[in-house]
């Protein structure tokens, strides 16, 4: 079964820094989507993009995030400045089972200090 | 919103008996979707039921969907230790904003005693 990769699996930064997080989603698809799940809460969407453009964002993705699309393969997300509340673990995915299901990275968990 | 709301929140069985989680939602869907996640990690697919479907089977996984009542239920029969996780239940809908969207529930912790 196709598989969403995401790295890294863990990072650590400073309230302020800038981090990149990366997935290699499922190829031939052109909708990719990120998540985010705090701790302990549920997951909630982030954004989609389709066709290497922005589909949709939720209030969450404010001007501190981006995502890209640099290669063709990769699609990273961006946070500019991160705050105490980004922590959480980051989840990339591709819709694949009967188009509408979709495959989860296993997620990059985002600790900021 | 979309959202679906599962309950309970957390289930304690002992192993060899059947799980059923529910999951309300609010307004129209295409589809309704159950995750799983394991402590820590990524959510794996585990069946999509449409709008007009009213039942479907995946091995030890039955799920029923009531559109009427805007609800589902995830039954795991048969459980065994290995099925503790968190499970989620996910509407996909349009969104309003020209596209369909996943939007996920709270979820249900599952703890299943050898």
């Known amino acids: 079964e196709p598989e969403v990769t995401q790295t890294p699996s863990h990072q650590v930064t400073q309230m302020g820094q800038e981090v990149i997080l990366r997935c290699v989603p499922i190829s031939n698809h052109l909708y990719f989507y990120w998540y985010r799940q705090i701790l302990g809460q549920k997951v909630e969407f982030l954004v989609s993009?389709?066709?290497?453009?922005?589909?949709?964002k939720s209030e969450i993705f404010d001007d501190q995030f981006s995502v890209e699309r640099p290669d063709g393969s990769n699609f990273t997300l961006k946070i500019r400045s991160t705050k105490l509340e980004d922590s959480a673990m980051y989840f990339c995915a591709s819709p694949y089972r009967d188009i509408y299901g979709y495959t989860f990275g296993s997620g990059t968990r985002l600790t900021v200090v | 919103s979309q959202q679906g709301e599962e309950d309970p929140q957390a289930l304690s069985i002992q192993e060899g008996e059947n799980a059923t989680m529910n999951c309300s939602y609010k307004?129209?869907?295409?589809?309704l979707q159950w995750y799983r996640q394991n402590s820590g990690r990524g959510l794996v697919h585990l069946i999509l039921i449409r709008s007009n479907e009213r039942e479907k089977h995946s091995g030890r996984l039955r799920v029923t969907l009531d559109t009427s009542k805007k609800s589902s239920s995830l039954l795991i029969t048969a459980s065994r230790a290995a099925d503790t996780a968190s499970y989620f239940c996910?509407?996909?809908?349009?969104?309003?904003?020209?596209?369909?969207?996943?939007?996920f529930g709270k979820g249900t912790k599952l703890s299943v005693i050898p």
């Open positions: 996910a509407t996909y809908a349009y969104s309003g904003a020209g596209s369909y969207q996943l939007t």
């Open positions: 307004t129209s869907i295409n589809n």
């Open positions: 993009f389709y066709n290497n453009e922005i589909s949709e």
